[in-house]
């Protein structure tokens, strides 16, 4: 059982746009199984996707996500868990300061960028899929949410040197146990979430960081290490929406 | 209440009435309704509607595996809710469609 490539896209693109929705997956399956049927028959009796689907995508998708029910998981669930990956990420980036105090905006700021690029991302998933977007488009749209979202970092960082906020200090056993769970939880979250995001992150994020404490590097090469890092993650991203299909 | 949410309301109750004849499925229904020259809508919408009219308990669901294979088929059942509702249907529609034909007939002479 085949379909055509205009059918196929048309599901891979609900499927994406659904999942970035956070709808009920086995829902989602039901109703994809459905129209994937329905899409064979008519395929077969000569009808065209338009004449399924009318003839905006996007109307037909935004008139399925109103039925589809929300997964309430998201929040229990994936919520509590996004927090945990932030505070491992924060916990990180301070080993590699050899930095053993946290402030309150840090603590409070890096879940909430963390929060702000998820559901960006997710946003973003969501207009690729329901608007005929170019793969050049689609392209410069990872690189532009790369740079916002590593602003939001880059911003986080100046603002916890100018704003004065609380500062808890944490003894160099417990800074251990810290450094362990953050391990612990990156493994975790790669496991659980099946995908390499949780790992790639740190990677693109910490290795310049390392190298530039070891070698020293000129304003430069700085920069260039920024725009190879900004290239990396929107590929990464380009990457992973492709790998949801 | 938009042009599309009247015309939704009424293929709600033209599907409670096809399924009310036997168990059938998406494509069968579409075919159906185009038999009776029913084409105002794309024939996708039929799912979110159908997805809903589960979730009000209107109709129930049956796999069965196709003899050709491949994915399984989803049939639709009606319900006792669902046949009540169909009951309200045709009340309310042959209210609707003799008092808006007693208008139209009036307007023209």
């Known amino acids: ?80 868990m996004i927090i945990l990956g932030a505070f491992a990420y924060l916990v990180m980036d301070k080993v590699l300061d050899n930095d053993r105090s ?58 916890d040197n100018y704003i004065e906020s609380p500062i808890f200090t944490i ?51 700085e920069l260039v290490f920024l725009f190879c890092i900004l290239l990396g993650l929107a590929a990464y991203m380009f990457w992973e929406a492709k790998r949801m299909n | 209440m938009s042009s599309s949410q009247l015309l939704k309301g009424i293929l709600e109750g033209c599907l409670l ?8 499925y998406g494509y069968e229904m579409v075919e159906k309704l185009a038999a009776y020259e029913f084409t105002m809508v794309s024939e996708g919408s039929i799912y979110p509607l159908l997805l809903r009219m589960k979730k009000e308990g209107l ?10 294979g491949g994915p399984k088929r989803k049939y639709y059942q009606l319900t006792p809710a669902g046949k009540e509702a169909l009951n309200e249907f045709k009340t309310r529609w042959s209210a609707i469609s003799s008092s808006v034909d007693n208008i139209l007939r009036r307007n023209q002479s």
């Open chain 1, 102 to 159: 946290y402030s309150m905006l840090s603590l409070i700021g890096n879940p909430v960028v963390f929060i702000v690029s998820i559901l960006g991302l997710f946003g973003l998933y969501r207009y690729n899929a329901a608007n005929h977007v170019s793969k050049k488009i689609e392209m410069i749209g990872y690189i532009l949410f790369s740079i916002i979202q590593f602003s939001l970092f880059i911003g986080l960082l100046f603002a």
């Open chain 2, 59 to 68: 109709v129930t669901t049956t796999s069965k595996a196709l003899p050709s």
């Open chain 2, 17 to 24: 009435a096809l399924i009310a004849e036997r168990e059938t």
């Open chain 1, 1 to 80: 059982m085949t379909l055509s490539k205009a059918s196929q896209t048309f599901l891979d693109n609900l499927r994406v746009y659904l999942f970035a929705s956070n709808k009920k997956e086995e829902e989602v399956k039901d109703l994809l199984e459905e129209l994937e049927d329905h899409l064979y028959e008519a395929e077969q009796n000569g009808k065209s996707i338009e004449h399924i689907i009318g003839n905006s995508p996007k109307a037909y998708m935004k008139e399925v996500e109103a039925e589809v029910d929300k997964d309430g998981r998201f929040w229990i669930l994936y919520m509590p």
């Open chain 1, 171 to 221: 003894t160099p056993a417990a800074n251990t146990a810290f450094i362990s769970i953050s391990f612990l939880v990156f493994v975790g979250l790669a496991i659980f979430s099946k995908t390499w995001f949780v790992v790639v992150m740190p990677i693109l994020f910490f290795i310049p960081q390392l190298i530039s404490r070891y070698i020293q590097i000129s304003e430069n090469t």
